[in-house]
């Protein structure tokens, strides 16, 4: 039987849908006393070993397969991811329960491959299993970053970025309206860099791009192709996330990039929070930075 069909060019929204379903698939087993007696459907067509994977391939987008497969049996059914067992809900008011009653295991992660290699071994806040260090990172982000008094202090970040991007595509056609008289702009790069400025410079005093110099512009290529090659690896789908005993043959050699990956993240993470310098300015970036780090668990 040729399974090649089933491991090539699997997009980004096959990842987020295949993490979204392994998320459910905890509460399988918690929700089967309240739905005693009552046995959810299984949507037929599962495969030995790969379960119903090969119907989240092929033309049509997996979120729509699944949306099809709801309206057939119901709200919520059982799938089988590899060897998996997932729970599918697409109705608001059973997620609403779901994110109530089982709010402590539906917060909770899959150790998926991506967590292990590119979230330093299921550290990120994003990978991270529920526990003690998931609510404490939790805190730390909704204090500091996402809270109404943090989002007002913070407002003069995302007016200078949006401004100062602006200004960039003024300088730029100033440039060359002498060649012709519009200039081509890369619109999805340039949201990109502005989304990315957003962020730095609300959690760590920095920008992303926008250098001057030679040498900091080369810089800024080297980070925004690692940056985009993360985001790249993060969303390719890993044969061991469905079948962890085929792990050890790393088929389609993501473990190769994903190491690589990393080593680049961690050396520019280090540049970022050992590279402030000792001027004021520096020393309230250091010391927002340390209180953001302080729950993890490499010290």
Same mark, same amino acid.
């Given at each position: 039987?040729?399974?090649?069909?089933?491991?090539?060019?699997?997009?980004?929204?096959?990842?987020?849908?295949?993490?979204?379903?392994?998320?459910? +698939?905890?509460?399988?087993?918690?929700? &089967?006393?309240?739905?005693?007696?009552?046995?959810?459907?299984?949507?037929?067509?599962?495969?030995?070993?790969? $379960?119903?994977?090969?119907?989240?391939?092929?033309? !049509?987008?997996?979120?729509?397969?699944?949306?099809?497969?709801?309206?057939?049996?119901?709200?919520?059914?059982?799938?089988?991811? $590899?060897?998996?067992?997932?729970?599918?809900?697409?109705?608001?008011?059973?997620?609403?329960?779901?994110?109530?009653?089982?709010?402590?295991?539906?917060?909770? &992660?899959?150790k998926l491959a991506v967590g292990k290699y590119l979230g330093y071994n299921y550290v990120q806040f994003g990978f991270a299993?529920?526990?003690?260090?998931?609510?404490?990172?939790?805190?730390?982000?909704?204090?500091?970053?996402?809270?109404?008094?943090?989002? !007002?202090?913070?407002?003069?970040?995302?007016?200078? !970025?949006? !401004?100062?991007?602006?200004?960039?595509?003024?300088?730029?056609?100033?440039?060359?309206?002498?060649?012709?008289?519009?200039?081509?702009?890369?619109?999805?790069?340039?949201?990109?860099?502005?989304?990315?400025?957003?962020?730095?410079?609300?959690?760590?005093?920095?920008?992303?791009? $926008?250098?001057?110099?030679?040498?900091?512009?080369?810089?800024?290529?080297? +980070?925004?192709?690692?940056?985009?090659?993360?985001?790249?690896?993060?969303?390719?789908?890993?044969?061991?996330?469905?079948?962890?005993?085929?792990?050890?043959?790393?088929?389609?050699?993501? &473990?190769?990039?994903?190491?690589?990956?990393c080593r680049r993240a961690r050396w520019y993470s280090g540049e970022v929070v050992g590279g402030a310098s000792p001027q004021?300015? $520096?020393?309230?970036?250091?010391?927002?930075?340390?209180?953001?780090?302080?729950?993890?668990?490499?010290?």
């Amino acid at each position: 039987m040729d399974f090649n069909f089933l491991f090539s060019n699997l997009n980004g929204t096959f990842a987020a849908v295949f993490a979204i379903c392994l998320f459910s +698939c905890f509460l399988l087993r918690r929700s &089967r006393k309240a739905y005693k007696g009552q046995k959810l459907p299984d949507a037929p067509g599962s495969w030995p070993l790969i $379960g119903h994977l090969h119907l989240l391939t092929g033309p !049509e987008l997996p979120h729509i397969r699944l949306g099809a497969l709801a309206d057939k049996y119901g709200p919520i059914f059982n799938i089988q991811i $590899g060897i998996h067992p997932t729970l599918v809900v697409s109705s608001w008011e059973v997620a609403k329960e779901i994110f109530t009653v089982y709010n402590a295991t539906a917060s909770s &992660r899959p150790k998926l491959a991506v967590g292990k290699y590119l979230g330093y071994n299921y550290v990120q806040f994003g990978f991270a299993p529920y526990g003690a260090y998931w609510r404490e990172t939790r805190k730390i982000t909704a204090l500091e970053l996402l809270s109404n008094r943090r989002l !007002e202090l913070l407002r003069h970040v995302r007016a200078s !970025e949006v !401004e100062g991007s602006i200004k960039e595509l003024y300088k730029l056609w100033i440039k060359r309206r002498s060649e012709a008289t519009h200039v081509l702009v890369e619109m999805k790069q340039w949201f990109g860099d502005l989304n990315l400025n957003v962020f730095l410079r609300m959690v760590a005093g920095i920008r992303y791009s $926008g250098a001057r110099e030679a040498a900091d512009e080369k810089e800024v290529r080297r +980070c925004r192709k690692a940056m985009r090659e993360w985001f790249h690896l993060a969303g390719l789908f890993v044969v061991r996330d469905a079948i962890p005993f085929l792990g050890w043959l790393d088929l389609g050699g993501y &473990r190769e990039g994903h190491e690589e990956n990393c080593r680049r993240a961690r050396w520019y993470s280090g540049e970022v929070v050992g590279g402030a310098s000792p001027q004021k300015e $520096g020393r309230e970036r250091r010391s927002r930075l340390h209180r953001r780090l302080a729950p993890c668990p490499w010290g």
